[in-house]
């Protein structure tokens, strides 16, 4: 019965974070052209709606805190 419970509980973790993690993208790191580095960061995941981007007014960006700034009209 412990195990059967300790195997619920560690599969639904996993199933949480998968929801949580499913609308961000990684950005690899990169160099401009006139030689600039951009680090690694997180981005939300592309899709057709502007509401839930972190940019979009009224949504905040978890990573750095920001709020969105931008019109999504």
Do not use: H, I
Not at 14 to 30: K, L
Not at 39 to 55: A, E, I
């Amino acid at each position: 019965m412990r195990g059967l419970l300790m195997a619920l509980l560690v599969s639904s973790c996993f199933v949480v974070t998968s929801f949580a993690e499913a609308g961000q993208t990684r950005v690899r790191g990169y160099t401009t052209r006139r030689g600039t580095y951009v680090g690694s960061y997180m981005r939300t995941t592309p899709n057709r709606t502007r509401l839930d981007n972190w940019s979009t007014r009224g949504n905040v960006n978890p990573y750095t805190g920001k709020r969105g700034y931008r019109n999504p009209w």
